[in-house]
C-alpha cells in the first residue's frame, strides 16, 4: 500500500513536472519570437533636443528652422525654472553658450536661481509667437512668463526674449539673451498688419 502511494505520487509529481517544462518551454519561445519581431520592427532613436551642431546650407548659412528650433529650445531652457532645476540649467547652459560671454551669464542665471530658491518661486514660459532672422543669427521669442509660489500665482507678464547667437565651425552658440520691450521688437515691426487692426 505504502509503495503503490509512493508511485502514485511520483507520477502525479512527474506528470507535473512535464506541464510546467511544457508551459516553461512554450514561455521561453514566444518571448523570443516577440523579442525577434520587436527588434526588427522599430528602432529607437534618440535625438537630443538641443543640438550641438547646426545643419548648415552649402553657403554655411543656418536654416530659419534650426535657428527657430533653437530659440524655442533656449527659451524653454533659460525661462521655465524651478528650485531644482538649477544644477541642469548650469549643465547644458556650458555647452550651448558662447565661451566668450559664458561666465557672465553663468553668474546671472547663478544669481536669479538664488533668488527663486530663497522665495521658493517657479517661473514658467509659454511661447506665444517668434521672430527669427539666420542672416544675422537673431531670433525674438514672445510668450507669456508664470511666476508662482507653491500654488500661488504671483505674476503673469508678456514677454519677449531676444537672442542673439554666433557661430563657431557647425556650432551655432548663445551670445546673449535678453527680456525687451516689445515696443522694441523687430518681429513686431516686420509682421503684417492684422486686417481691421490699421489706423
Known amino acids: 500500500m505504502e509503495i503503490a502511494n509512493l508511485e502514485k505520487e511520483r507520477r502525479t509529481f512527474a506528470n507535473r513536472l512535464v506541464v510546467v517544462s511544457a508551459l516553461l518551454g512554450l514561455s521561453i ?20 533636443t538641443l543640438p550641438a551642431s547646426a545643419a548648415l546650407d552649402v553657403n554655411g548659412r543656418v536654416s530659419k528652422e534650426y535657428l527657430e528650433q533653437l530659440s524655442l529650445d533656449m527659451a524653454w531652457l533659460f525661462c521655465n525654472r524651478t528650485t531644482n532645476t538649477a544644477n541642469y540649467l548650469e549643465t547644458q547652459a556650458q555647452g550651448l553658450i558662447d565661451p566668450t560671454v559664458y561666465e557672465g551669464i553663468r553668474l546671472q542665471l547663478a544669481k536669479e536661481s538664488r533668488a527663486a530658491l530663497d522665495n521658493h518661486q517657479t517661473q514658467s514660459f509659454s511661447p506665444s509667437d517668434i521672430y527669427v532672422d539666420p542672416g544675422s543669427l537673431y531670433s525674438e521669442v514672445r510668450g507669456q512668463l508664470q511666476i508662482t509660489a507653491g500654488n500661488q ?11 542673439r547667437f554666433t557661430k563657431h565651425g557647425s556650432q ?10 516689445p515696443k522694441d521688437s523687430k518681429g513686431e515691426k516686420l509682421k503684417p498688419a492684422v486686417p481691421g487692426t490699421e489706423e
Do not use: G
Not at 500665482?153 to 537672442?163: E, I
Open 153 to 163: 500665482v504671483l505674476d503673469t507678464q508678456d514677454k519677449v526674449f531676444a537672442m
Open 29 to 48: 519561445a514566444t518571448n523570443l519570437v516577440l523579442s525577434f519581431q520587436v527588434m526588427n520592427a522599430s528602432r529607437i532613436v534618440l535625438v537630443p
Open 172 to 181: 551655432v552658440l548663445l551670445f546673449s539673451i535678453k527680456d525687451i520691450d
